[in-house]
């Protein structure tokens, strides 16, 4: 982790992905508190950059209120949506497809659980040869040893990984 990285702007998207109120609910208030204020952090940069935010929210079966994206980061106009019915983004979306209308390269992912939907994006992504940058301190897995191990050990073979903070660093010099 901590490694320098670069943005391009116009060849770079964020996704959010499954930061939604039934999952955020296995997790502590402090953690939810954490995560939601960092990824509020990271989307207004990116806004701010020019760079597209893509929201990836989970339903299967039918659409209750526990699975509205969190009060504190509606998506703005301008911000994509997207309804998968899997773990992972790719498969019942066309996320590709619209990534690609974008000339989107790079790839900023962040979401909750990270042994769910930020494994699943990092593996499809990075077969179909998009950049990843994973934002280690804008994930979460219910299994603290899970975290661990696929932060340091497993999406750095794929990914760099890196922190909320240094990506924003790293977009203020765009």
């Known amino acids: 982790m901590g490694a320098p990285i670069t943005i391009e702007p116009h060849k770079t998207a964020v996704l959010i992905m499954d930061y939604q109120i039934r999952i955020f609910n296995f997790f502590a208030k402090e953690i939810q508190d954490d995560l939601a204020f960092r990824a509020n952090k990271v989307l207004s940069t990116a806004r701010q950059k020019g760079i597209p935010v ?23 106009p301008g911000d994509i949506v997207l309804t ?6 790719f498969s019942t979306t066309d996320l590709n497809e619209r990534l690609k209308k974008l000339g989107i390269e790079t790839l900023v992912l962040m979401g909750v659980a990270s042994s769910g939907c930020v494994l699943s994006a990092v593996r499809w992504a990075a077969d179909i040869d998009y ?30 990984v890196t922190t909320s903070r240094e990506f924003m660093e790293a977009a203020a010099k765009v």
């Open 84 to 89: 998968k019915h899997r773990v992972g983004p």
């Open 54 to 76: 893509i929201y990836i929210e989970v339903v299967r079966g039918e659409r209750t209120p526990e699975h509205a994206i969190l009060a504190q980061l509606t998506p703005q």
């Open 131 to 160: 950049k990843l940058i994973v934002l280690s301190d804008c994930c979460a897995d219910r299994d603290d040893e899970v975290q661990r191990v696929l932060m340091e050990k497993i999406f750095p073979g794929q990914a760099t």
